[in-house]
């Protein structure tokens, strides 16, 4: 189509009326072919302008949201002209969980919406049973059994280092068999994920242990780290250990993407529904296909990264009832959004 377009913008200075009336006709079957394939296509698009309104939606989106998408816009809240992905839950006109993309398109933002309900339900179902769970639990037998021989190595590593003082080889040894502790650990997680054992506590809790704890890397690189906590913060169901395994997932690739001396800001507020935590920094960010894929397993950029961290992130906020989203621009940025839902309300979601 580009293409095409560019030929046309070239040559026609030169073109005559019978020639351009061909183009015209060509472009407007092109136009039609693209409208009807906008009109059946299953996934929800809105095209929204460089104003924040909407100049397209196909009759998808207006399904998956029940209602005029110029009305629902406003309440989907979606980054403009930037590339996002998250998910919701929508009750009418059923109770279903919408996954929403954003993409900058020219001046303005196109808006996918895709309806994956089923696909939870399924991946939820596959890791319960079906054909899968053999080769889910061998893997997870050898991944379980190459653990013990790991702390053992470990172990001795710590010992001959006590008896030797430091030497560069054994460093590197202890660096590399904790690298695959890490990948093992991150593998088990995926395959056999424990549900959140859930007590009243503050979301600030494990994102201050997780602070403490990983202190001396962001010294060591000079990134600067900031923490706003409102003076009050309404408490949440959570399971603390899982949730500071969540920040530390978050942190650690905030880390990653800044060069030296960069920053993260940890953000904490409430709605009447929500704890909501911002965890933002000024790194590399990501492209809007990177962000389309985002927590998808084994989907890294990195040499020695997993592409685990952030599926196991999201199902464990999923787990809490919350919901995980991300916003990002290359070379300025990204900001993952957590919202746990406060505690008095998923007590009146028990009780209703
Ligand atoms: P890993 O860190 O092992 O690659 P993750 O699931 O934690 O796996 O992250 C997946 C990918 O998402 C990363 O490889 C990286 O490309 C991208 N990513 C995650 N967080 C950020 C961030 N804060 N800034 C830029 N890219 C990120
Ligand atoms: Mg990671």
């Known amino acids: 189509m580009k293409g095409f377009f560019d030929g046309v913008r070239r040559h026609i200075g030169n073109m005559d009326a019978e020639h351009l009336r061909e183009q015209y006709r060509r472009l407007s079957d092109e136009v039609n072919s693209l409208d009807a394939l906008f009109g059946t296509m299953a996934q929800g698009l809105i095209v929204v302008d460089g104003r924040g309104e909407v100049s397209k939606s196909n009759p998808a989106a207006r399904e998956l949201l029940g209602m005029d998408p110029e009305d629902a816009l406003p309440m989907l809240a979606v980054p403009l002209g930037k590339a996002s992905k998250r998910e919701i839950d929508v009750t009418y006109p059923e109770a279903r969980r919408l996954e929403i993309q954003t993409m900058p398109m020219g001046e303005g933002t196109l808006v996918c919406l895709r309806d994956v309900t089923a696909e939870r339900e399924r991946t939820e179902e596959e890791l319960r049973i079906g054909a899968t769970r053999a080769v889910r639990d061998l893997a997870a037998g050898v991944a379980h059994e190459i653990g013990n021989p790991l702390n053992a190595l470990s172990l001795n590593l710590?010992?001959?280092?006590?008896?030797?003082?430091?030497?560069?080889?054994?460093?590197?040894?202890?660096?590399?068999?904790?690298?695959?502790?890490?990948?093992?650990?991150?593998?088990?997680?995926?395959?056999?994920?424990?549900?959140?054992?859930?007590?009243?506590?503050?979301?600030?809790?494990?994102?201050?242990?997780?602070?403490?704890?990983?202190?001396?890397?962001?010294?060591?690189?000079?990134?600067?780290?900031?923490?706003?906590?409102?003076?009050?913060?309404?408490?949440?169901?959570?399971?603390?250990?899982?949730?500071?395994?969540?920040?530390?997932?978050?942190?650690?690739?905030?880390?990653?993407?800044?060069?030296?001396?960069?920053?993260?800001?940890?953000?904490?507020?409430?709605?009447?529904?929500?704890?909501?935590?911002?965890?933002?920094?000024?790194?590399?960010?990501?492209?809007?296909?990177?962000?389309?894929?985002?927590?998808?397993?084994?989907?890294?950029?990195?040499?020695?990264?997993?592409?685990?961290?952030?599926?196991?992130?999201?199902?464990?906020?999923?787990?809490?009832?919350?919901?995980?989203?991300?916003?990002?621009?290359?070379?300025?940025?990204?900001?993952?959004?957590?919202?746990?839902?406060?505690?008095?309300?998923?007590?009146?979601?028990?009780?209703?």
């Open 158 to 352: 710590q010992l001959i280092r006590r008896a030797n003082g430091d030497s560069e080889e054994v460093e590197e040894c202890i660096r590399q068999v904790e690298r695959l502790s890490g990948i093992i650990h991150g593998f088990l997680q995926a395959l056999r994920p424990s549900k959140p054992n859930l007590v009243r506590g503050s979301v600030a809790d494990p994102i201050n242990k997780c602070l403490t704890t990983m202190r001396p890397q962001f010294e060591e690189r000079s990134v600067s780290v900031t923490l706003n906590l409102p003076s009050a913060l309404p408490s949440v169901a959570l399971d603390p250990a899982q949730m500071e395994q969540v920040f530390f997932n978050l942190l650690k690739n905030a880390l990653e993407a800044l060069r030296d001396g960069g920053s993260i800001d940890i953000s904490l507020s409430s709605d009447d529904n929500d704890v909501i935590t911002t965890v933002r920094d000024d790194g590399h960010g990501m492209s809007p296909e990177q962000v389309a894929h985002l927590f998808e397993p084994y989907r890294t950029s990195k040499e020695h990264g997993t592409g685990l961290g952030l599926m196991i992130s999201a199902r464990i906020v999923r787990d809490h009832g919350g919901t995980i989203s991300v916003e990002s621009e290359p070379e300025k940025g990204t900001a993952f959004t957590i919202r746990l839902p406060r505690i008095e309300r998923r007590i009146r979601a028990l009780k209703g």
